[in-house]
Structures are given as structure tokens and as C-alpha cells.
């Protein structure tokens, strides 16, 4: 079985190829590593034995995706990842963000659609979700006006992908996921955000590494505990995994819909500063850290009833927070040698 996985050599498509290729699948690799280096096919191969087929491209040039389906045109599945996906900076550059998240999308289902095996798993996100009125959020709570542009564009895709499952043979899981965190434990592969990180946890792991004069947190004003806004943290091992499955039942035409949807999250939320306790604790190191004013398009609260994946899809995280973030500082004291 031939899996294609777009943004495969980002944080967590390289996690998803290297439990793809446990799985026995072969794996199609596709990136344009404008946030990611090709030395991350190194770190799959040190945990797989195997190097995935990496096809260095830009999904925004409709020839080139053509031309990949046309030398690819065994494939069973696709799984997209490819994506910009910073909340702050689609704020400020939505065009940048509406061009790589709908464009590539949907050149990649045009060349999708013509394949037998029409297998599609999106990387959606619980920002779709806005700010919930309930907690846990669930698969039916409403898809809320999107806070950022990089939230539209996740709504808009999922609803890209619906209206073309109606009508042609597609068949696709849309996976929404709350925050991934971690990295794999062999420390071969991890997050690597080019430049100043927009997530909390490399933040955390570039400010005790001594990367980063001080971390910043957002807003210590939310109607929330300790002030802070909570966010679900799930391993970004535990969410590759998801994909697996996901693909296998899409495989194993278990779907019960055209377009099933799936959060993905640990069912816990945590506030920032738990997180920051949690990783001084597993760290044993002091974190340099100020209070400053929120960051627009954040909201208050958002984690995940997990039900659904847990029941339906027959996944469920195994991590605990405290496990993610020793990942995590174990790849960021590798990387930084």
C-alpha cells in the first residue's frame, strides 16, 4: 500500500511517515521545506531502518502535482499535512495563508478524485471550533465564525473536502486536532520551527536551553483558574498514530460516511502555567518567563471530549503531559548539541 504524505518532513508529518512505515506501508514523502530540512529523512531512517521516497515540491504549482500523480498513480491514500499554521501570522498575512492552505488542498483532490483508491486524511484543526460554548468540545459542537485566517482556512477545507466526497469516489477522515506537543522518544526526529517559534512548548524548550532571553505569556486575565488559557496537549506520537488507524479504516472501507470526523486530543486541559510547571518539574530547570498582554485571535479555552476517536476510530493518547514535554526537552538539548 502506497501512502502519500504532503508536509511529510514537518513536525508532525515526519512522525506520522515514521509510524506509517512501522505499519508496513510504503511511504511517499512530499514537502517544499519551507519549515523543515531534509536532514529529517537522516531521523526517519535511524528509527525505521528505512528512508521514505521524497519528492521535494511545492503544492501551490498545480503542473508539478499533476506531474507527482501522474508518476504516482498507484497511490491507495493521501495524508495532508502541508499547511502554513500560525495563528499570528495569518493575521498579518492572509493571502499567504489562503493561497497554501486552499490551493494546495485543492489541487491535490483534483489529481485524488481520478485514482481508484481515493483515500484522504485532512489535518484539520479544533479551531474550527472558536471559542466553545461547552467543554470538552465534541464533533457536534458548532463550527464557529474562524477567530484567524488560519482557522478559515481549515473550516473552508473541511467544507472543500465534503462537497467533493458528495460527488465523486473520495472517501476522507477529517481529523481535528487540539495542541500537538513532543517528539519522538528516540530524539531522532522533532519540531524545528524556523525562526521564533509561535507554540508554547519549543518556546519553553528554546527559553531553558538559553535560546530566548525570556518566554512571554499571553494574557494572565482569562476566566480561568491561574489566569492563563488552556489548551489540550497531546503527544505528537500519539497523534501520528490516529493517522494510521485513520487510513487503515478508510483501507478496510470501515467508514461509515464519505467524511467522518475525529477530535483528536487527550481529553485534559492544561493552562500555561501548569505547562510551565510541568516542564520545570521534568526539566529541573527554572523558567525565565513574563506575563504580557494577550495575543489577538487566542481564545479563552479549548479541549477535547475524546469519546468518539476513543470508541469509533479504536484510538486513544497514552502519553501524559508530563511524558510530552520530556520529549520534547530531550530533543531540544539534542538538536542544540
Not at 102 to 119: G, R, T
Not at 121 to 143: H, R
Not at 189 to 204: A, S
Not at 262 to 268: A, D, V
Amino acid at each position: 500500500m502506497k501512502i502519500v504524505v504532503t508536509g511529510g518532513l514537518g513536525f508532525i508529518g515526519s512522525h506520522t511517515v515514521v509510524e506509517l512505515q512501522n505499519e508496513g506501508f510504503e511511504v511517499v514523502a512530499i514537502d517544499n521545506l519551507s519549515n523543515s530540512s531534509e536532514s529529517v529523512l537522516d531521523g526517519i531512517e535511524k528509527i525505521t531502518g528505512k528512508k521514505p521516497i521524497f519528492e521535494k515540491m511545492d503544492l501551490r504549482d498545480k503542473a508539478s502535482v499533476q506531474n507527482f500523480f501522474k508518476k504516482h498513480n498507484d497511490v491507495d491514500g493521501v495524508i495532508h499535512f502541508a499547511a502554513s499554521k500560525a495563528v499570528g501570522e495569518s493575521v498579518e498575512n492572509p493571502l499567504l495563508y489562503y493561497e497554501n492552505n486552499i490551493n494546495a488542498l485543492v489541487y491535490v483532490l483534483q489529481e485524488l478524485k481520478e485514482l481508484p483508491n481515493a483515500n484522504f486524511i485532512f489535518s484539520s484543526s479544533c479551531t474550527v471550533y472558536g471559542q466553545a460554548e461547552k467543554m470538552p468540545i465534541t464533533e457536534d459542537a458548532s463550527v464557529q465564525p474562524a477567530m484567524s485566517p488560519y482557522g478559515n482556512t481549515k473550516q473552508i477545507g473541511e467544507e472543500i473536502i465534503t462537497d467533493v466526497a458528495k460527488v465523486t469516489n473520495i472517501n476522507s477522515i477529517l481529523l481535528r486536532y487540539f495542541n500537538p506537543i513532543g517528539s519522538h522518544p528516540s530524539a531522532e526526529i522533532g519540531e524545528l520551527p524556523l525562526g521564533v517559534p509561535q507554540n508554547l512548548v519549543p518556546f519553553i524548550t528554546q527559553t531553558a536551553i538559553g535560546m530566548r532571553e525570556k518566554l512571554s505569556v499571553y494574557g494572565d486575565d482569562y476566566p480561568t483558574p491561574d489566569g492563563t488559557a488552556i489548551r489540550d496537549y497531546i503527544h505528537v506520537v500519539d497523534l501520528a498514530k490516529a493517522h494510521v488507524i485513520a487510513m487503515q479504516r478508510l483501507l478496510n472501507k470501515q467508514n461509515l460516511e464519505k467524511v467522518e470526523t475525529f477530535n483528536l486530543g487527550t481529553g485534559t486541559g492544561s493552562s500555561v502555567l501548569e505547562v510551565i510547571t510541568a516542564f520545570e518539574k521534568v526539566s529541573e530547570q527554572k523558567l525565565n518567563y513574563q506575563i504580557v498582554g494577550r495575543r489577538e485571535g487566542d481564545i479563552t479555552s479549548a479541549y477535547a471530549n475524546t469519546d468518539k476517536a476513543n470508541n469509533v476510530l479504536g484510538w486513544k493518547a497514552q502519553s501524559t503531559l508530563e511524558d510530552s514535554l520530556a520529549s520534547a526537552w530531550k530533543w531540544e538539548k539534542k538538536i542544540r548539541g
